[in-house]
Each structure stands twice: as C-alpha cells, then as structure tokens.
Nanobody, 125 residues
Framework: VQLQASGGGLVQAGDSLRLSCAASGRPANNYCVGWFRQAPGKGREFVASINSYTASTAYADSVKGRYSIFKDNAKATVYLQMSSLKPEDTAVYYC???????????????????WGQGTQVTVSS
C-alpha cells in the first residue's frame, strides 16, 4: 500500500485547510488511517484516526472541536479537515495506514504499517 499525503500549505491563524491521504496499491476494505504531525524539534504526535470497520474516530485533545477526519471509500482517500488553525498547529503532517478489524481506531504510531511522505502545514500568526 502506498500513501500520498497532500493539501498542506501556508495559512493564517484562524484559517481552514483540508489534507488528503490517498491510498494506492491494494488497500484493504477494513483499515485504520491515522494522521500524525511533527513540529521542528519535537517528536511525532497523534492527531486523529478513523477506523473503516466501525467508522469510529479519535482525536488528540489539542485538535478536538477544530479538526475532523472522514473517509471516501470510493476514492480510497481519508481527509483531515482542519479549522481555526493556530500557529502551534504548524508541523509536517503524516498519514499512516494499517489493515484493521478492530472496533476502535489506533492512536499509536507503532501500530501503523504504512506511512505517507508528509505534507507541510504552516500557520502564521
């Protein structure tokens, strides 16, 4: 499975942005996709994830109420809609994928098998 993350850019605080994670190869019908981010000098942190089996989602506390993750199975794409962006949201955003039949979405980076190349999101104040 190959993942292509896109949609990053330079925006101002308060703006919105939508990231896309497109899967190619042979993605499974049951999967979990997560978004993680890494700011300069910091470790990779969980942002949001979605489980296709149950359509359940999980969010980091720092983005709850501002970010929304959703999927389009027909396009084999998972989106991360980001609103009310803050300068502290600035990071490289990565999407990750694993085949999954669990009921709950995964929130640990170590639980994912495939990773996209990352897309830069920069929020100016």
């Amino acid at each position: 499975v190959q993942l292509q993350a896109s949609g990053g850019g330079l925006v101002q605080a308060g703006d919105s942005l939508r990231l896309s994670c497109a899967a190619s190869g042979r993605p499974a019908n049951n999967y979990c996709v997560g978004w993680f981010r890494q700011a300069p000098g910091k470790g990779r942190e969980f942002v949001a994830s979605i489980n296709s089996y149950t359509a359940s989602t999980a969010y980091a506390d720092s983005v709850k109420g501002r970010y929304s993750i959703f999927k389009d199975n027909a396009k084999a794409t998972v989106y991360l809609q980001m609103s009310s962006l803050k300068p502290e949201d600035t990071a490289v955003y990565y999407c990750a994928y694993r085949t999954d039949f669990a009921f709950a979405p995964r929130i640990l980076a170590s639980q994912y098998d495939y990773w996209g190349q990352g897309t830069q999101v920069t929020v100016s104040s």
